[in-house]
């Protein structure tokens, strides 16, 4: 049975928690809706600085932040659209508004938090679309997912590329991947180079990005023993990696297009008026081998 609870600490933390299969996670909706501890099988699967998540105004180092309309950046933070200039933050909007709680479920294997935001005048300043996200976050049998939908309530497409950047624990940086790609980017000299099953991250400053992966999965095993998988919806096309020196993390990041996507238009996905995009990333832990 799942139990939901939610206290301060400096935002207001939803935690549902399975103490069956010793499966929980907690998430800040005020903060971005920002999944700030993720455990599966007894074990945390995400690292989080806890200064950044309490100052409001620091971009929260950890946790699973949300990133949309955009993953990445702009190239001086902006973008032109229909011969308009607009400016945006690393990431979007997603990630530093507010989200409303629609409901949650502590029910039979299920344990839930429904997630709503909308857009607003703050938001149309850097993106000037109406739209709606609602996102579902459930722990069901022993899997976490993040189940999406992305709603254009504008009168033109809506172009975005979303995606996820989660802080996986590890103080190892030159990890094995397992994933049909057989080429990386690295944004570090922009070269592509094969890939050989393992990459590693120790002195890379920027990130490098799978670029021709079929599947929608990706696994890997970090040094105490637990092996990671994410899956998600066709829609996420890439996965990135990037880390910190001296911090004991590493990002492995579905996201739907490249860096830069809304200036190069390379990728774009467009959600039609009154449209719907409604798709999914799950995060579950596999057997060590």
Not at 123 to 146: A, K, M, W
Not at 217 to 244: C, H, M, N
Request: glycine share 8%; aromatic share 14%; net charge negative.
């Amino acid at each position: 049975m799942y139990t939901v609870r939610s206290y301060h600490d400096e935002f207001e933390i939803y935690e549902i928690r399975d103490d069956d299969t010793g499966c929980w996670f907690n998430i800040a909706p005020e903060r971005g809706a920002i999944v700030t501890s993720l455990g599966l099988a007894g074990k945390e699967l995400l690292y989080l600085d806890e200064a950044t998540f309490r100052d409001k105004q620091a971009n929260v180092r950890g946790g699973i932040p949300i990133l949309f309309p955009i993953s990445g950046q702009l190239e001086a933070g902006k973008y032109t659209l229909d011969e308009q200039s607009f400016a945006m933050a690393n990431h979007g909007v997603a990630r530093t508004s507010a989200w409303t709680v629609r409901g949650v479920t502590e029910e039979g294997s299920r344990g839930a938090i429904a997630l709503q935001l909308e857009s607003s005048p703050q938001t149309r300043q850097s993106y000037p679309f109406d739209f709606e996200l609602l996102f579902d976050f459930v722990l069901e049998n022993g899997t976490f997912t993040i189940d999406q939908r992305y709603r254009n309530s504008s009168s033109q497409p809506m172009p975005m590329y979303a995606g996820f950047h989660p802080y996986f624990r590890s103080p190892e940086k030159k990890l094995h991947y397992t994933t049909d790609a057989t080429q990386y980017l690295d944004y570090n000299d922009m070269n592509v180079y094969p890939f050989d099953g393992f990459v590693d991250m120790e002195k890379r400053v920027e990130s490098v990005v799978f670029l021709d992966a079929m599947k929608p999965r990706i696994a890997f095993e970090v040094p105490d023993q637990t092996k990671i998988e994410l899956t998600y919806g066709s829609e996420f096309k890439y996965v990135v990696l990037w880390t910190v020196a001296g911090r004991d993390f590493i990002c492995v990041e579905p996201w739907m297009a490249k860096n830069q996507a809304l200036n190069t238009g390379e990728g774009l996905v467009f959600v039609e008026p009154g449209g719907e995009l409604h798709t999914h990333m799950s995060i579950r832990q596999l057997p060590s081998v």
